[in-house]
């Protein structure tokens, strides 16, 4: 049974050893003329493609592992970020200060500002959130996290 489920390259690897298989069935009837796909040569073949899968695999779970890493940093940038905004509107910080501090905060978490709809039928101005579409890498939220700190 294969040790990575995808139909690329792992599938290809093990239709290759099953071909092996074959050849090697068919014994001293299997003769090609060219050298480049003897029994050996394959062999040599299956063996380097099969260290290539168990070097990806070793890479995806590092690279996943990191990508966890990343992730939980991430949380704690956000905490930080809602107690730093809290913390400006206690403040009573107002103005230009204010509208820069949380510009940086929205583009940190990915949002808008809020923009204000007017509705004919009521006297109150309805506030609507719109769905953003900004989704800054990593490297970028912690640059916006260092301009905002």
């Known amino acids: 049974m294969r040790e ?3 139909g ?15 050849a090697q069935q068919l014994g001293s009837a299997y003769m090609p003329a060219n050298e480049n796909i003897s029994l050996v040569s394959l062999e040599k073949l299956k063996q380097n493609a099969q260290s290539a899968i168990k070097g990806w695999v070793t890479a995806k779970i590092e690279f996943n592992r990191i990508g966890a890493l990343r ?8 905490l930080l970020v809602t107690c730093i905004s809290r913390e400006v509107k206690v403040c ?3 103005g230009e200060i204010l509208n820069d501090i949380m510009s940086k905060v929205r583009q940190f978490r990915g949002q808008r500002k809020k923009s204000k709809i007017l509705v004919l039928d009521q006297a109150e101005p309805k506030t609507k959130q719109r769905k953003s579409g900004i989704n800054y890498s990593c490297e970028r939220k912690f640059e916006l996290f260092y301009q905002l700190v």
Do not use: P, T, W
């Open 4 to 6: 990575i489920k995808d």
């Open 8 to 22: 690329g390259y792992a599938q290809q690897v093990e239709n290759f050893g099953m071909l092996i298989q074959l």
């Open 71 to 78: 992730k939980d940093e991430l949380d704690n940038l956000f």
């Open 92 to 94: 009573g910080i107002r």
